[in-house]
Structure formats: C-alpha cells, structure tokens
C-alpha cells in the first residue's frame, strides 16, 4: 500500500476502535496530543505500560477469585485500581467489563464475578490485539 | 496554553518583586500515583504545562522527598486509592507537616469521596481521567493559598484597625497569569497601608450593624463549643485569639445568613474578654482551663504531659476551681475531652502556611520602632505564631516524629537540618499542648514562659505577647503596653515591612519578622488546630533577623512569595542564612534573653536554613517552609521550655511583668480594640463592661 492508503487504513481502524467502543476517542486524542518530537510514540509507550501493569492486577483478581471465602473488598479493590488504569488509555469495553465485575462483587456473588472476570480477560485480549494492529500500521504509514 | 503567552509580561507591578517571568511554568509538582499509566501520562501531561514534575508511586517516599525538600515543591497531586498508604492520609500529612496546597485525584467520583477530599483539606478534587485542562490550571491553587495567608496575616493584624479599604484589586483574577503582577501590587500596596479587613468577606467600606440577640450568641456558642472541644483538647483555644480562621470557622457552623467573618471575629474577641472576666484574671486559670482540658490530647504522645503541665500551671499560678467551672459552665470546655480527637484536616492543612510574601522587613524599619505599629507587630507575631506554633506541634507531634527520622535519615540538606529535627524529637514526645509543654522539657525561649499565664481567651494572645515581649525586650519594649498590643495583631505592619532591610534592627527586627512569620495565615485558618505556645517565635525571628540583616534585597524579591524560578535568590539568600544565623541570633533578642535563647536559636536557625540550601527555587517559598519548620520546632522547645523557663529564668516577661500587668495590658488591648468594634453589640453576654 502506499502512503495514502496506509493513512487511510490508520484512520479506519482508529475509526472503529471508536466505534466499536473499544477505545474512547477522547482519550486517545489527549494521549496523541502529549506526543511530541521527544516523545513520538507516546501512545503506544502508555498502552505498553498499561498491559504490563494491569498483567499484575489481573493475576490478583485470578488469586482472589480462586481464594476461599472470596474477599469481595479485596476484589473491588483491584477492580478499582483497574478501572482507573483503563480510563487512562480509554479502554472503554474493558473499564465496562470491570464495573459489571464490581456489581456482582458488591453484590457478593462470586459466581457472576467469574463471569464478568472471564468477560474483562476477554476485552482485555481483544483490545490489544487490536492496538496492536493499529500502532503497527500507524508507523507503518509514518514510513511510508 | 496562555503559559506561553506569559513569559515575559510577568512582574509587571513591581519590577524589584522577584517573580518568574513564565509563571506559572516552573511550578514544582510532585505527583503520586500508584497506577504507572496514570502516573506517566500526568508527568507527560503536567511536564506539557511547563512545570516541572516530579513522580513518585508510593505514598511513603512522596513524603520522605517532601521531607527532605521541604521547599522543593509547590503543590501536590495524589491519588485517592494507594495500596501503601490512604491517600487521605497522605494529604493530611503533607498539609500538616508541609502545608503544600495538595489535589486529589481518583477515578471515584462519588460524592461521599470527593466530600472527604474537602473536609481533609484537598485544594481540588479532579476525576480521572485527568484532562490536561484541569491540570493547566492548578497553579492557581499555590497562588490562592499565599493569598490568603498573607491576607489571613494582615486581618488577623488589622483587625483592631479601624480603616478597612477593600482593595478589589486583591481579588486579583487567579485564571491570568497576568494579573498575578497586578496582585502582587496590589498587595504590596494593601501592606504599605496597612488595613485589611474582610476583603473577601465584605467588600464594602461600613459594616453592617450586627444585633448579637441572645439567640444569636446562643449560636456562637455553640459553635464555639462544637470547635472547642477540638480547640481545648488540641489548645488551639488560643487560636481563636489569634487568627482568624477560628471566626471563619464558626461563622460556618453557625450558619447564619448575613452574618459576615467580621462579625464573628469581633464577637469573639468580646466573648473573649467575658471568658476571661469568668475565669478572674490571672493568666493562670486560663491555663488552668486549657489544660484541664487538654489532659486528653488527641494525640496519645502527649497526654503523658497533660498532669504535669496541669500541676506546674497549678503551682505556679492560680487556678480557681470557680473560674475553671465557670468556664465550663459557659460551654466553653468540655471536661470529657474527645481523646484523640483529630483536628479536621481542613484546619491542620495550613499550619505551616507560612506567607513568605508577608516577610516584609526593610522598609518603614525606624517608624515601626518608634511607632506603635511595632509594638503590635511585635505582639501580634507571637500570637499568631503561638497558634500556629500549637497546630505544629500538636498535629505535627506525630508527623515530626517520623519526619525527624526520615529527616536525619537522608542527610544532606536535612543533613543539617537532622539535629534540629533531632532536637524536635524530645519536646515533641512531650506534647505540644499550651498547658503540656509548661511541664517543660526543654529550657528554651523565654516566651515560653509567657505562655501559660493567660487566661482562657487570652491564652493565645497571652503566649503571643508574652513571646513577644520578651524579644522586644531588647529594644527597649519593656513596658506592659507593649505587650497588650499583642491582640492587635499588627499583621499589617509586619506586611508593610518591605523586605529590603531588616526594618527593626535587633529585637524589634526579629519581631517585626517574626510578626510576619507568625501571622501567616495559614495559621488563622487551623481553628482546631492546638495552641503550642509562642516558643517557637524565637528562633524565627533569628531566621528572619538573619534573612534580613544578610540579604535585604532578596527579601523583596521573596516579598511575593512567588519565586518558583528565583533560583538566584534562594541561593543568596542561603548563602546569607548560612553565613551568619548566629550572630543574628544574638542581635536579636534582649540581653537577658540571649543567653536562653541564643544558643537555641542558633541551633535551631541553623538547621532550619540549611534546610533550605538545597532547594534551587525562589526563597519566598523556601523561607515560608523553613519557617514553618523551625515555628515548629520551636514551639515545641519552647513548649518544653516553659514550664521550666518560669524557674530558670528570671528574666522573663512573667517576672518582670507579672501576671497583672499581663492582664492589664491585655485588657488594655481590649480596649483598644473597643472602637473598632462598635458596630456590635452584646446582647448575649451578661457582660456590662465590656468596653466597645
């Protein structure tokens, strides 16, 4: 593809990262604005350390979880931490997944917590790949 | 970003003010954050707007570097969720111990979370994801707070003054930096005339005419009581003398429409007076009274000093059980104290609030000797500073603890500084109560020994003038009247001190620094804050003495207290410090005193200023933080101090003026105050002559 075509395909994915709830564009807009000569790959900086970070947070929910009695406080509060860390990037779906996670958890239902869990690993996966994806043909299309 | 726009259109006021161009790029933040995401996009974000970011991941080591910097940072951002530490927690520490404008920040936008921000104290609560936007403007939060400590220092000051000349032009429009060189102008034009009233509150020249009907007081009172339990057991009752965060405190609890701070504040003082009439007039019963109720401080460190103080206050002065029940009749004490009650947070925050624009020392020195605006600089510094001091010592108490660790633990700057630290640690487990500290632990400054000579209401401003006095003794200020002036908190003319000389040579110098140091508002606005005594007014005063003496013109440039980028200054001016903190020390106080105190001040001075070498910022900040610490510390010595002071040393004001005359000169204060007040009346007090 060339270079136009590179650029166009960039925009539809970060298109439909938007609309597909994915990514909250806002977000992704006051990250992109951070970037600069020094920091060119800011976005893609701050997603890394995101899925890095939030590896830890999701083995703690998987130990809390499989913990018995389940400690909903401690679970709500990872949650919390989570949810926060999402907001940062805009991950909208995953962020979603967590406060259906922190229903049932408030509600004490360990049953539903693993399901909203499987839900949030599922986002999770899915939306880095798809970022993935996307930053890989966002330097493409800068070489380009 | 209007940062841009800003550089070079700043000082535009005063061009001797020495003021960062960019302002408010520079701004040092520090921010914590557990969460890595968060915490890098807020540097990237925070580093966009020009300041200069520092991170940090746990709460812990955010306070170690606060510690060990104690000037190093403007304002902090933390988040509310931290695994090693509330971030509640943290921002109560910070406003104790450093008195930084602190945000908070989460992505919980519960009310019930972002309530408890307030009433800790936060200057901002910002949900996240945090936009830039709201970050761009956070430096109006550092620039807020030094207005009102310097404003809470000039109306603590000019309260008994009759003039009141709202200045609009004060209520600078904070969302321009540009109009920060208007403000800064303003301001120094407000100090030269020394007025100040409720510029905020009203901004009309006539107060409005207030009827305190019974039912009126009877809510005064109680709201007097509500923070009075916080008050006695924290002796912050003093403070209610000597700042005027206690008035704005109860004007909030009262809750009354139209009933402005003003009105408050002056019934305060007359309630003052009637408390004191209740209780006779020695100044001991009012010790007496704090510290019978004060034998619960709410910091379990301290309460073993509440029965040694109370005996010591009880053996050396009177205390009549009558005047201690009346007291407690009129609601004022509450024997079942609270025990370790917390002052709000809201009100320990600006303890160490230290406006270093207020330090204005050079100009109008000779008149300000000669003239009775000294006097009450002088009286007015202790006062304050005895609250101030009280809210240090007492919130700090266990802050100072770890912080004398961490201090002595990182050398360096604190290198120095760890022996005054050190030297913190013992009175601080002593307790810092006004009655406590009487017990004495330390043989300190002689306005100690003042302190606990004063009666209930005047127990604050008895600490002040006392301190006060005793300082001012070497200038010749030996007479009772002097002292009286205390109440008069001359706020206003420690502000219209310009800051190029040291505008009281020795003694009155030190006084008229201290009186700026001491008034800083962020002492006024700790209403719970406890009351520690004026002790601590000694070493300041050799601080500033020694700023002074050394590097007047830096002073000036201090005066606005915005000097993120005055690296040149705050280099000079430590240079200054460190040179010769003890040959100021001695200038400062009187003979008699010197050989008390000198040698604590200097002990004290030193460390303090070598604090401040590291820090590579404007001085202004500097001098307000190591201020704060040495108020700090030295209200604890000077705590520790008293009680032993009134046995070694003789010299001091309670011996020489006696207890009478103490009262005298505070009732002649009163008086003094009267007409300024007579815009109210007293229908809730069963007092007949109360003068007015």
Known sequence: MNSNQLQHQVLYMRRSLFDQGYLDSEQLIQL????????????????????????????????????????????????HQFKGSCSSIGAKKVKDACS????????????????????????????RRRLESYFQMVKQAKAA | MNLNNDKGSMSTASSSVTVSDQFPAGLRVLVVDDDPTCLRILEKMLGTCLYEVTKCNRAEIALDMLRTNKNGYDIVISDVHMPDMDGFKLLEQVGLEMDLPVIMMSADDSKQVVMKGVTHGACDYLIKPVRIEALKNIWQHVVRKRKNEWKDLEQSGSVEEGDRQPKPSEEADYSSSANEGNWRTSKRRKDEEEEIEERDDTSTLKKPRVVWSVELHQQFVSAVNQLGIDIFHTYAFALMYTTEAVPKKILELMNVPGLTRENVASHLQKYRLYLRRLSGVSPH?????????????????????????????????????????????????????????????????????FDNQKLRFGEGQPQHMSSGKQMNLLHGIPTTMDSKQLVNLHHSAQSLGSLNMQASAHGNPSGQSSPLLMQMAQPQSRGQILTETSGGQVPRLPTSVGHPILSNGAAGAMLAINGIGENSRGTGYNSVSQTSSVLNFPLNHSAELPGNSFPLGSTPGISAGMSTLTTKGGFQEEINSDIKGSGGFMPSYDIFNDLQQHKPHNWELQNVGFAFDASQH????????????????????????????????SAMGKPIFSVGEGSEHGIALNVGQHLNSLLVDNSTRVKSERVTDTSCQPTLLPQHFGQEDLMSAILKQQDGLGPAENDFEFDGYSLDNIPV
């Open chain 2, 570 to 601: 705050s280099n000079s001016l430590q240079a200054s410090v460190d040179v010769t903190p003890s040959v100021l020390v001695n200038q400062g106080y009187s003979s008699s005193q010197r050989n008390v105190q000198n040698s604590n001040v």
């Open chain 1, 32 to 79: 992109e604005d951070l970037q600069d000569d020094a920091n060119p790959n800011f976005v893609e900086e701050v997603v890394s350390l995101f899925y890095s970070d939030s590896a830890r947070l999701i083995q703690n929910i998987e130990q809390t979880l499989s913990n018995r009695p389940v400690d909903f406080s401690r679970l709500d509060d990872i949650l």
């Open chain 1, 100 to 127: 259906q996670f922190r229903e049932y958890c408030n509600a004490g239902n360990a049953e539903g917590c693993s399901r909203s869990f499987q839900l949030i690993k599922q986002e999770y996966e899915t939306l």
């Open chain 2, 285 to 353: 019963q009012g010790n007496s009274f704090i510290s019978s109720h004060s034998q619960e401080p709410p910091y379990g460190s301290l309460s073993s000093l509440s029965g040694l103080d109370f005996q010591t206050l009880a053996a050396t002065g009177q205390i009549p059980a009558q005047s201690l029940a009346t007291l407690q009749a009129a609601g004022l004490a509450r024997s079942a104290a609270k025990p370790g009650l917390p002052m709000p947070l809201v009100d320990q925050r600006n303890i160490f609030s």
